[in-house]
Nanobody, 116 residues
C-alpha cells in the first residue's frame, strides 16, 4: 500500500485546512488509518485515527472539537479537516495505514504551518 498526502500549507491562526491521503496498491486490505504529526524537536504523535468502515474515530485531546477525520473507501482516500488552527498545530503531518493485518505504510508527509 502506498500513501500520498496533499493539502498542507501556510495558514493564519484561526484558519482551516483539509489534508487528503490517497492510497494505492492493495487497498482492499487496509484496516485502520490515521494521521500523525511531528513538530521540530518533538516525537511523532497520533492526531486521529479511523476504523476500516469509518464508524469509529479517536482524537488526541489537543485537537478534539477542531479536527475531523473521515475516509471515502470508494475513492481510497482519507481526510483530515482542520479548523480553528493554532500555531502549536504547526508540524509535518503523516498519513498512516495498517493493512494485511500486520503491515504498516506511511506517507511522505505534508507540512502544515500556522502563523500567529
Amino acid at each position: 500500500v502506498q500513501l500520498v498526502e496533499s493539502g498542507g500549507g501556510l495558514v493564519q491562526a484561526g484558519g482551516s485546512l483539509r489534508l487528503s491521503c490517497a492510497a494505492s496498491g492493495s487497498t482492499f486490505s487496509i484496516n485502520v488509518m490515521g494521521w500523525y504529526r511531528q513538530a521540530p524537536g518533538k516525537e511523532r504523535e497520533l492526531v486521529a485515527r479511523i476504523s476500516s468502515g469509518g464508524g469509529s474515530t479517536n482524537y488526541a485531546d489537543s485537537v478534539k472539537g477542531r479536527f475531523t477525520i473521515s475516509r471515502d473507501n470508494t475513492k481510497n482516500t482519507m481526510y483530515l479537516q482542520m479548523n480553528s488552527l493554532k500555531p502549536e498545530d504547526t508540524a509535518v503531518y503523516y498519513c498512516y495505514a495498517r493493512w494485511g493485518l500486520r503491515y504498516d505504510s506511511w506517507g511522505q508527509g505534508t507540512q502544515v504551518t500556522v502563523s500567529s
